[in-house]
């Protein structure tokens, strides 16, 4: 075990390390992040941070040297700086397993021998989309095989010209052809896994996306209980195949009574940040025992949740009205401390808890419908 009191090393500087951060000084642990932007989220509340990049060795150097353990907030930090890291320190989630989840070829190849998966082909060069494509992927989406999320790094294709332009746009680079499906709703499950291969599962959330980024997470998902059980299952059997040591996050798609998995996250995940309010042990404190070599909490829920995301739109008419949210009693805010809103830009998340997931949503709508400021 790790004792409250030590350094935890946080590669990253986003929201989600934010709140890992929180979450890590209310345990007693110091964090520091390293991040090279001037100002982030997690950097204004980490006791220590460094600006440098990730591959930086000063950086590294000073990670390995004060810091008991180490994590990641976003998937793509270099494997490499994992790597480097591990030969002094613990570091979760392991190198290894970061690497399958930051190439979508790699990634896809493995659920389909775990899960299953819609139906996909790779692409690698413009021969790949010729007449030798199998036409019953179009219309599909195109998929940059790396440094993609939240809808960045792919587009939606009709036909093969439309297919090729999009290669070329995307610079010629491997890529996955994906079949667009029709399926009756998209959810995800969280895992949180140690060290000594223990391993708990969140309820599944039912997930509602807007141009690619997650809107709404819907808490416990609205489908079949043991279609859900058959999620949480296949997440543990995805983390215990990596051999995964940290919280990992699996997407799926509904298709009738089947699950096809779509996306692996590495690390905590935004349809989970309902967890902080709704669970006994949030994604982010369990991220925090599992570096510290502790027991895992629990991860049941007190009641149904609904979160919904704030992005940069919501200020166009200026500051929001807070008020009118938090004059109700059962939503909970969380802004990230960014300090420009842009379109797109995810600025914080709201959760309304319910004694149904129906009211939980309700509410949640209601009280977006109330935010826009008065400008």
């Not at 008419?317 to 420009?340: F, M, N, T, V």
Request: aromatic share 6%; charged share 25%; glycine share 10%.
């Amino acid at each position: 075990m790790i004792a409250p009191g030590a350094w935890l090393g946080l590669l990253g500087g986003g929201q989600l390390g934010r709140m890992f951060s929180m979450a890590a000084q209310s345990m007693g642990y110091r964090v520091m992040v390293v991040d090279p932007g001037e100002h982030s989220p997690a950097g204004d509340v980490a006791d220590q941070c460094l600006r440098a990049d990730y591959l930086d060795e000063h950086a590294l150097e000073r990670l390995a040297r004060e810091c008991a353990a180490v994590t990641t907030e976003f998937e793509n930090v270099p494997a490499e700086a994992l790597r480097r890291l591990a030969a002094d320190c613990f570091v979760s989630p392991g190198a290894d397993s970061v690497a399958v989840a930051q190439d979508r070829i790699r990634e896809k190849e493995f659920l389909a021998g775990v899960v299953g998966v819609g139906p996909y082909a790779i692409i690698r060069s413009e021969a790949d989309l010729g007449s030798g494509l199998d036409a019953s992927l179009l219309p599909g989406i195109l998929k940059r095989s790396r440094f993609g999320y939240d809808g960045k790094g792919q587009m939606r294709v009709a036909d093969r010209e439309q297919a090729l332009a999009a290669f070329r746009a995307m610079g010629a680079e491997p890529c996955v052809l994906e079949r667009m499906l029709a399926f009756d709703c998209e959810v995800s499950v969280i895992v949180a896994r140690a060290d000594s291969g223990q391993c708990v599962a969140y309820p599944v959330a039912e997930n509602i996306h807007e141009g690619g980024i997650l809107d709404i997470s819907i808490v416990p998902a609205r489908i079949d209980p043991g279609l859900a059980v058959q999620a949480q299952e296949a997440t543990r059997a995805v983390a215990e195949r990596l051999g995964y040591v940290g919280v990992l996050c699996v997407e799926f798609f509904v298709v009738g009574a089947r699950l096809l998995a779509n996306e692996i996250a590495p690390r905590p995940h935004n349809s989970g940040h309902y967890t902080i309010d709704a669970c006994v042990t949030s994604q982010f404190e369990q991220q925090a025992r599992i570096l510290a070599r502790l027991p895992l909490g629990d991860p049941s829920v007190h009641c149904p949740a609904v979160m919904v995301n704030l992005l940069g739109e919501v200020w166009s008419r200026g500051e929001p009205r807070w008020d009118r949210l938090l004059a109700y009693p059962r939503a909970k805010l969380h802004l990230y401390g960014k300090r420009e809103a842009r379109r797109g830009r995810k600025m914080g998340h709201y959760t309304v808890l319910g004694e149904t997931a129906t009211e939980a949503l309700e509410q949640a709508l209601a009280l977006r419908a109330a935010l826009p400021g008065e400008r």
